[in-house]
Structures are given as structure tokens and as C-alpha cells.
């Protein structure tokens, strides 16, 4: 769907599917080990260390933020992990959708969750506006 703004330039509109009650709960309960903030993002759950954002719900997945090595490792591991694309053909540097087979596994999903904090706690903070 595109819709023009007043400098003719096309502006992409996109209808996202909520997140389920459940999904956000279910992350919010595994984020008790890590000291992060949570934020709205996408309308959905975010987490967030040091201003970087790490992990949080869209649509029907989980996403991480993972660094490269990780990304690699496990998208070898679990074949359902992809991308994350909040838009179509524009995915979000470093980050990866992970479907529901993966965060069932609940130490594995632990696992990557750890993963996701220790990259975000690595990176340049980011300063408040």
C-alpha cells in the first residue's frame, strides 16, 4: 500500500499483525535475569541495554539481535530462523525472527536471549535525546 506525503515522495504503509497477550508475557517472564529496559517498538515489546535494542515481539515471533558469528550459528542450527523484515525486502541489520519451535525449547531460547544481551551490552550506549 503506498500513499504519497506532501513532498511526492511514496510512503510505505503497512498493516503488521498484533502480537498475541501471550507472546509478550511469555518474554517479559525471561527477562528477569537481564537489567533492561522495556520500550514499545513496532506497537509490540522491546527490550533495551544501554539504548540498544536486543529482543522483543512482532507479529507471531521473537527477535534477537545477535552478532554475526551468532546470526551464522544459528540459522545453521534452526532452519525456521530468518531475517527480521518488519517490511517486506528490508530487514533490520543484525537481527533474526525466531519462530515458535526455537523459544519452546526453553534453555535453548535462554541460551540465544543471553547471546542477544551480551552483543547489545557490547555496543557503543547510545545517548538519550
Do not use: H
Not at 504519497?4 to 498484533?18: H, T, Y
Not at 533495551?48 to 542450527?77: A, H, P, Q, W, Y
Not at 531460547?109 to 542477544?116: A, G, P, Q, T, V
Amino acid at each position: 500500500m503506498l500513499r504519497f506525503a506532501r513532498n511526492d515522495r511514496p510512503e510505505i504503509l503497512v498493516k503488521w499483525k498484533k502480537v498475541t497477550p501471550e507472546l509478550n508475557v511469555f518474554l517479559d517472564e525471561n527477562m528477569s535475569a537481564f537489567n533492561a529496559v522495556r520500550r514499545p517498538m513496532f506497537g509490540c515489546n522491546a527490550y533495551f541495554v544501554n539504548g540498544n535494542m536486543f529482543t522483543g515481539t512482532f507479529e507471531d515471533s521473537i527477535i534477537l539481535r545477535l552478532s554475526e558469528v551468532d546470526r551464522l550459528e544459528i540459522t545453521k542450527t534452526f532452519d525456521e530462523v530468518r531475517p527480521f523484515e518488519p517490511v517486506t525486502g528490508r530487514p533490520m541489520k543484525e537481527y533474526v525472527t525466531l519462530p515458535e519451535s526455537v523459544y519452546e525449547q526453553t534453555d535453548i531460547f535462554r541460551m540465544w536471549l543471553r547471546r542477544s544481551y551480551e552483543y547489545a551490552s557490547s555496543l557503543k550506549p547510545k545517548e538519550k535525546k
